[in-house]
């Protein structure tokens, strides 16, 4: 609903013409807004931790982050067939889809397929567009698959 400039009336926002007063009425667009927001990195890998500390690592890691005004958080979690990267990243990839699913997270963007060029955007809006941050370490994250982006 929108109001009518002449008579103060409640119109429908298709209306192009007041039902009251007969009056044009303006035509409200509203623009998508687009803030740009900070990322934020983590590193559930360090130390090599268990896979169950890692993930509550992340948790916590979380938790902060979305307490933050924090759009992205790039997680470094490390890879590999086997040893604790790749079990990490197993983990924490069924995890993101859980919170994905729960609408407790945004978007899942892997390592591997990240890149300036690559299609990971975000409201048609290329990521590193939307978290400028991210710029910064693109060459280093370009197609590593030992970390994952989650849009909070
Ligand atoms: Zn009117």
Do not use: W
Not at 86 to 106: E, V, Y
């Amino acid at each position: 609903m929108k109001t009518c400039d002449f008579c103060g009336n409640p119109v429908k926002k298709e209306a192009l013409i007041c039902p009251y007063c007969a009056q044009p009425l303006s035509i409200i667009k509203i623009k998508s807004a687009f803030k740009i927001k900070k990322a934020a990195i983590i590193n559930i890998e360090a130390g090599l931790p268990l896979v169950k500390e890692a993930l509550l690592n992340f948790d916590r890691e979380l938790k902060f982050a979305q307490s933050q005004d924090v759009g992205i958080l790039k997680i470094i979690h490390g890879y590999g067939s086997s040893g604790t990267g790749g079990k990490i990243k197993i983990a924490l990839r069924q995890k993101l889809k859980l919170l994905l699913a729960n609408n407790i997270i945004k978007g899942i963007i892997a390592g591997e397929v990240y890149s300036k060029a690559s299609n990971s955007t975000i409201n048609n809006r290329k990521i590193t567009e939307c978290y400028p941050d991210l710029l910064e370490t693109l060459h280093s994250d370009k197609y590593n698959p030992g970390i994952t982006f989650v849009e909070l």
